[in-house]
């Protein structure tokens, strides 16, 4: 009896550090670690039991072990903290039945986005923040820093921010741009997002249904921000008309700058199919899947609206050979050999939108939004 207690929990522990090895895989921070443990290990394996194991663990490299003392340090200050990431991550299912419509799939997200929000207005919107205003600000001014480096804002232009969450482009970005309007399929963080913002003059936040852009009229933005929306757009079936809706929206000479486009794992599918919508929406691919944060693991896109038939070199990075057969992110791993990770789109929607995943679907990239 004692041996076979001895057994399971040696293979618990070693269920325990193989999923921890893959949450460190890529290099992230130890905070965003700590929010991918939040989504990926089972409620029964609490705070102080997973700190114990990431102190003891003992890998080749040096920079995880120092990595590991950082999230086992974490674990142990922030118990509550973990527990909350938990029920956050656990507002958001980001799975659809198959009997949802695409439709259905956007209404249960707005529901659960506002369950989400009630729980920790921060996590909410990026579950590697830990629930903490000043780390949240670290990350969204990280982004608002390489948004202004690639010239996407200006005091001349006006900016649609699809996924808006509680609006913390909005005030990083508020001395940055003539007029931003902010949407939001949830109520909740519009609301939380209304009160953040209610100084700024040149702020217009507004609940959307999800489903389109059409009470904007063509060419009336000069830019599109989309943080961690687009996983939830990819969801719902609903990438492939949002990029036609951006097209129409965006000025000529207008950017779309795409940070996470979806959770699914695959940088390689997420290029293919960027690459894919751009050009049929003649839009040139200027930046193609970097990770130019720190602080943050999104996969940064950045696209730009020309005049005329782009050819196929200046708006894809991807072979014509490899967007036919990008159809199975397993294919991907396999052929590059690369370990497969969880990947962890900090808001979420945003960001900054609000992107959770639910703990069970290991192996989707899951962000309560950016």
């Known amino acids: 009896m004692t041996a076979t ?202 609940q959307t249904s999800g489903l389109d852009l059409t009470e904007f009229d063509d060419s009336s933005f000069d830019c599109v921000l989309a943080v961690d929306s687009f996983p939830y757009l990819v969801l719902a079936g609903m990438a492939e008309r949002h990029f036609d809706e951006i097209a129409r929206v965006l000025k000529r000479r207008g950017w779309l700058a795409l940070l996470n486009y979806s959770y699914r794992g695959s940088l390689f599918l997420d290029r293919a199919d960027v690459s894919r919508l751009a050009e049929a929406h003649q839009l040139r691919v200027v930046i193609n899947g970097e990770k130019p944060f720190r602080s943050w693991d999104g996969d940064a896109f950045l696209l730009a609206r020309g005049d005329g038939t782009l050819p196929r070199a200046a708006s894809s990075g991807v072979e014509p050979e490899a967007l036919e057969s990008a159809t199975d992110p397993k294919e991907d791993i396999m052929a590059s050999g690369r370990k497969k990770h969880f990947g962890l789109g900090s808001q979420g929607k945003g960001t900054g939108a609000g992107a959770i995943t639910n703990g069970q679907d290991r192996g989707k990239r899951g962000s309560v939004r950016s």
């Open 5 to 206: 207690r001895s057994k399971k929990s040696a293979q618990r522990h070693t269920a325990i550090r193989s999923t921890v090895e893959d949450c460190m895989a890529d290099g992230v921070c130890a905070e965003a670690v700590v929010a991918r443990l939040a989504l990926h290990l089972p409620t029964a394996v609490d705070a102080a039991e997973l700190a114990e194991i990431a102190r003891d663990m003992v890998p080749l490299d040096s920079r995880d072990a120092e990595r590991l003392q950082e999230v086992a340090g974490l674990l142990r200050r922030k118990p509550g903290v973990f527990a909350t990431l938990r029920a956050t991550g656990a507002a958001v299912r980001h799975a659809r039945d198959d009997e949802e419509t695409d439709a259905a799939v956007v209404m249960r997200l707005a529901s659960s986005f506002d369950t989400a929000a009630a729980i920790s207005e921060i996590a909410s919107v990026q579950l590697a923040s830990l629930g903490d205003e000043d780390r949240l600000s670290t990350t969204t001014e990280e982004v608002a820093a390489w948004l202004k480096e690639q010239d996407f804002t200006g005091t001349e232009r006006n900016i649609l921010d699809i996924g808006c969450g509680i609006g913390r482009f909005e005030l990083a970005l508020s001395k940055s741009f003539n007029r931003m309007v902010g949407i939001d399929i949830s109520s909740r963080m519009i609301s939380i997002a209304s009160e953040r913002c209610a100084a700024l003059g040149n702020v217009d936040l507004r």
